[in-house]
């Protein structure tokens, strides 16, 4: 399943969307603390530019995320199974 899936993207203009990709793509490192619901954006995002990362989850919100499965197929729910995911 791909981070961040199951939440409904927020709309920008052209000039907005441009000028967030520049900044993603001029940052050394993404990092998230306490980054509530985009935390799976963090990462999905520093995966595709190719950039390290951090995140400090605060909360699981897995009623908001059903989709977020572990490999054995269980949902996550807990702490733990979201640093597994």
Same mark, same amino acid.
């Given at each position: 399943?791909?981070? #961040?899936? +199951?939440?409904? @993207?927020? !709309?920008?203009? +052209?000039?907005? !969307?441009?000028?967030?990709? &520049? %900044? %993603?793509? #001029? /940052? ?6 306490? @980054?509530? &619901?985009?935390? #799976?954006?963090?990462? &999905?995002?520093?995966?595709? %530019? $190719?950039? =390290?990362? !951090?995140?400090? =989850? /605060? /909360?699981?919100? +897995?009623?908001?995320?059903? $989709? $977020?499965? %572990?490999?054995? +197929? ?6 733990? &199974?979201?640093?597994?995911?």
């Amino acid at each position: 399943a791909a981070a #961040g899936e +199951g939440d409904s @993207p927020v !709309a920008v203009d +052209g000039d907005e !969307a441009f000028e967030i990709a &520049q %900044l %993603l793509m #001029g /940052c050394s490192a993404l990092v998230g603390l306490h @980054p509530d &619901q985009a935390a #799976g954006h963090i990462v &999905q995002h520093a995966v595709a %530019l $190719r950039k =390290p990362f !951090a995140v400090v =989850p /605060c /909360c699981v919100y +897995g009623s908001a995320f059903p $989709r $977020r499965k %572990l490999a054995d +197929g269980s949902p996550v729910r807990t702490y733990d &199974q979201l640093v597994s995911y």
